[in-house]
């Protein structure tokens, strides 16, 4: 992007307001038909009652017009300490206008305020927005691959089901899902990262997982080990066509028994017999364990990411 030149308006850039949602998840999709996003999730999001993460949606306006946001807040769920994210786009055709440049510009004052020093950013894996990045003072991080998958083709035959295993939705812990936290929060300590997510706390995964509007506990698959969850494939969806991998995680005690494949097979199963044609998933180019299980599903990869890191003043 460019600075605004001076015979064009600058953007103005306000708080979220509920109105906003449908444009703001327009522009967080636009050019990205891999990311699952709507404008109900948006709105959850900023009514959430406040927590440590202080989380935060501004807004650019140009011309009269919801044309971008940015979502950013402080990373909890880590013992390290001063970390927060941002992660914003703009509608293509108003790029190269400032909207951008405002937009990051007021997320890094509101994290500056919470006192983060590190601040963390995906950015689409293209020439356009890593030189955007870069001329702002981020440098690049590790990388993540999109995949996507076509549910109206069959799927693999499943493998034989070890003994004592069983697969069950999660609305099966609907009164008490804290099994399935002690999964996540097991499983999450091993995911790739700059930052490790060692300290998830139960009241955390509550508002941010469980409570999600997207977030279909019919289509969440459990890997049940002799009674007890082991592994489980969370699901997202956009309550229409497309179905988003938002996790898939095993216990450690529990691996090297192929219980994740099973899990993410029969959210797969599920969701296609549920009327969704499109799958979306992604992880980290390290994870070569998941990215061997989304080869087997039938997932190709369909874009990229990078991280961005910059240190606040």
Not at 45 to 52: E, I, K, T, V, Y
Not at 63 to 77: L, P, Q
Not at 199 to 219: F, G, H, Q, V
Request: aromatic fraction near 8%.
């Amino acid at each position: 992007m460019t600075e605004t030149s001076a015979a064009e308006a600058a953007p103005t850039i306000r708080d979220f307001r509920p109105e906003d949602a449908e444009a703001v998840a327009a522009a967080h999709r636009a050019g990205r038909e891999h990311l699952v996003m709507s404008a109900e999730v948006l709105l959850w999001l900023n009514a959430r009652p406040g927590s440590d993460e202080h989380f935060r949606t501004f807004v650019a306006e140009l011309d009269g017009r919801v044309v971008g946001g940015v979502r950013c807040g402080v990373v909890t769920g880590t013992t390290t300490a001063g970390v927060g994210y941002a992660n914003g786009s703009v509608l293509p055709e108003f790029r190269r206008r400032g909207a951008g440049t405002a937009l990051l510009a007021a997320a890094e004052r509101h994290l500056i305020a919470l006192g983060v020093a590190e601040l963390h950013s995906w950015l689409d894996e293209e020439p356009a927005a890593l030189a955007f990045a870069a001329a702002r003072g981020y440098e690049q991080g590790r990388a993540a691959h999109f995949s996507a998958r076509d549910l109206t083709l069959p799927l693999p035959q499943a493998p034989e089901r070890p003994a004592g295993v069983e697969l069950r939705p999660a609305t099966d812990w609907a009164d008490d899902p804290r099994p399935l936290f002690l999964v996540d929060a097991d499983a999450v300590r091993d995911e790739p990262g700059e930052v490790p997510m060692d300290a998830l706390e139960y009241e955390d995964w509550l508002r941010s997982t469980w409570e999600r509007p997207d977030l279909d506990r019919a289509l969440t698959v459990v890997a049940v080990v002799d009674g007890e969850p082991a592994a489980l494939s969370l699901a997202q969806t956009d309550g229409a066509d497309r179905y988003w991998s938002a996790f898939t995680a095993c216990r450690r005690d529990f691996r090297g028994r192929g219980l994740t494949k099973l899990a993410k097979l029969e959210s797969l199963r599920l969701a296609a017999e549920a009327g969704y044609r499109r799958a979306y998933t992604s992880n980290d180019t390290t994870n070569a364990p998941m990215l061997a299980i989304n080869a087997w599903l039938g997932y190709e990869r369909c874009a990229g990411e990078r991280k961005g890191i910059k240190r606040l003043a």
